[in-house]
């Protein structure tokens, strides 16, 4: 069992900026590529960016990239989403993920509660 927590969501103005940690209490964090996710009020949980264990390998989906970094510390078995550039449209609920077989249709095996994300106009 994976336990994920994440942190640091918050209300914040269009262009903003806000950083996600995705913490898992677990000495085997670093085995695991993570996800980010993110599920807007009457859509479905999307993809939002993924990282490999050694952080070697990045993807994003297209509406945050290049104002969103993923990246890990495995010596602190946290990962974190980077968000810049914000606007009205990321506001949702993000959640990390680990152990995924599908990024496209969220299909992963251990999720976080989810932390809010807001971005007023």
């Known amino acids: 069992q994976v336990q994920l927590t994440e942190s640091g969501g918050g209300l914040v103005q269009a262009g903003g900026s806000l950083r996600l940690s995705c913490a898992a209490p677990?000495?085997?964090?670093?085995?695991?590529?993570m996800g980010w996710f993110r599920q807007a009020p009457g859509k479905e949980r999307a993809f939002v960016a993924a990282i490999t264990w050694s952080a070697t390998r990045t993807a994003y989906a297209n509406p945050v990239k290049d104002r969103f970094t993923i990246s890990r510390d495995n010596a602190k078995n946290t990962v974190y989403l980077q968000m810049n550039s914000l606007n009205p449209e990321d506001t949702a609920v993000y959640y990390c993920?680990?152990?995924?077989?599908?990024?496209?249709?969220?299909?992963?095996?251990?999720w976080g509660q989810g932390t809010q994300v807001t971005v007023s106009s």
């Open positions: 677990e000495r085997t964090f670093s085995d695991y590529a």
């Open positions: 993920a680990a152990v995924c077989s599908d990024y496209q249709t969220a299909r992963c095996d251990y």
